[in-house]
């Protein structure tokens, strides 16, 4: 129904920078919220930054000042610009989109398959 693709993941070094793309395609009428998450082996996934439900943005501290969500509404993209890259940053970075799929009432949230990250020191 609903497909979150990301890309852009890849291998650099610390304090450099990488810009991941989220791209939704199919059956939905509107997306409520984008946000993206991250997740290193053997621990929980974590927020990154979200859509807030008041139309803002809320970021973890770990990349505050450091990462910036934007947004291609026309396009159904989401931009995660990561700058002042850390080894710590290293984890598979997932997309979130939440969205009223076409036919529905109510909204459902969607996952990329994920893309890796990996900052060497």
């Known amino acids: 129904q609903v497909q979150l693709v990301e890309s852009g993941g890849g291998l650099v070094q610390a304090g450099e920078s990488l810009t991941l793309s989220c791209a939704a395609s199919g059956s939905f009428v509107e997306i409520a919220a984008m946000g993206w998450y991250r997740q290193v082996p053997g621990k929980q996934r974590e927020l990154v930054v979200e859509?807030?439900?008041?139309?803002?943005?809320n970021y973890a501290d770990s990349v505050k000042g450091r990462f910036t969500m934007s947004r291609d509404s026309a396009e159904n993209t989401v931009y995660l610009i990561m700058n002042s890259l850390d080894p710590e940053d290293t984890a598979v970075y997932y997309c979130?989109?939440?969205?009223?799929?076409?036919?529905?009432?109510?909204?459902?949230?969607?996952w990329g398959q994920g893309t890796q990250v990996t900052v060497s020191a």
């Open positions: 859509d807030t439900s008041v139309g803002g943005t």
């Open positions: 979130k989109g939440v969205v009223r799929v076409t036919g529905s009432t109510y909204f459902s949230a969607f």
